[in-house]
């Protein structure tokens, strides 16, 4: 049972315009939210993570928003550079004792 | 330099064979994870521990098995029970508790299993 969904598959992007990458989840007790990047043939790196207590955290050129009422969070990468481009999985956990779950990401390309 | 080490990169296995896949931290994470990733699937969790000689089941842990001796080590061996063994395993570790939610995760870079 899928809590943490990312309903597309793929994304294409110009580079130097915004990317805006979209997570649902189902279970309201989820503490934190993270996003991790992921290359071909490697373990993902984790980019950013917010709480659910808050609805924006700022990273560089990495937002999250979380809505809460909503269930939805979104990254969002300004300006987008070739070098994102990679899987983008979104993750959720409660706070103690428990592991990520994780969506089954999305693909971002960023086109020169 | 610190990090989480698995190993081999690439595994080859017969069918009806046992294998174990290594991992290793020396980031001192009391906390450690395996996934599977599948095409179209994202990651899947097989088993985790909070600590040493302790794990708990994941979403898919039918077919394999771990052990918790070392807080440094998180093998996984995959079993001849699990009926779809080939894909992509990751393991990872954090700091226990909160930490793992708040910080993320460090993941090592894989090791792809085929069985032929």
């Known amino acids: 049972d899928q809590q943490v969904k990312q309903n597309s598959p793929s994304l294409s992007v110009q580079e130097g315009r915004i990317s805006i990458l979209n997570c649902d989840y189902t279970?309201?007790?989820?503490?934190?939210f993270l996003w991790y990047k992921k290359y071909p043939a490697e373990g993902p790196t984790f980019l950013i993570s917010?709480?659910?207590?808050?609805d924006k955290n700022e990273d560089g050129r990495f937002t999250v928003f979380l809505n809460k009422s909503a269930k939805h969070l979104s990254l969002h990468i300004v300006p987008s550079q070739p070098g994102d481009s990679a899987v983008y999985f979104c993750a959720a956990s409660r706070l103690s004792g428990y592991a990520l779950n994780f969506g089954k990401g999305t693909s971002l390309l960023v086109t020169p | 330099d610190g990090g989480i080490t698995q190993s081999p990169k690439y595994l080859f296995r017969k069918e009806g064979q046992n294998v174990t896949l290594s991992c290793e931290q020396n980031?001192?994470?009391?906390?450690m994870y395996w996934y599977r990733q599948d095409p179209g699937q994202g990651l899947r969790l097989i088993y985790y521990s909070q600590i040493v000689n302790d794990f708990q089941k994941g979403d898919i842990a039918e077919g394999y098995s771990v052990s918790r001796e070392k807080k440094e080590s998180f093998p996984l061996t995959v079993t001849s029970a699990q009926k779809n063994p080939t894909a992509f395993y990751l393991c990872?570790?954090?700091?226990?508790?909160?930490?793992?939610?708040?910080?993320?995760?460090?993941f090592g870079s894989g090791t792809r299993l085929t069985v032929v």
């Open positions: 917010i709480s659910s207590i808050k």
């Open positions: 990872a570790s954090s700091i226990a508790g909160t930490g793992g939610a708040v910080s993320g995760y460090t």
């Open positions: 279970n309201s007790m989820f503490d934190y």
């Open positions: 980031l001192n994470h009391d906390a």
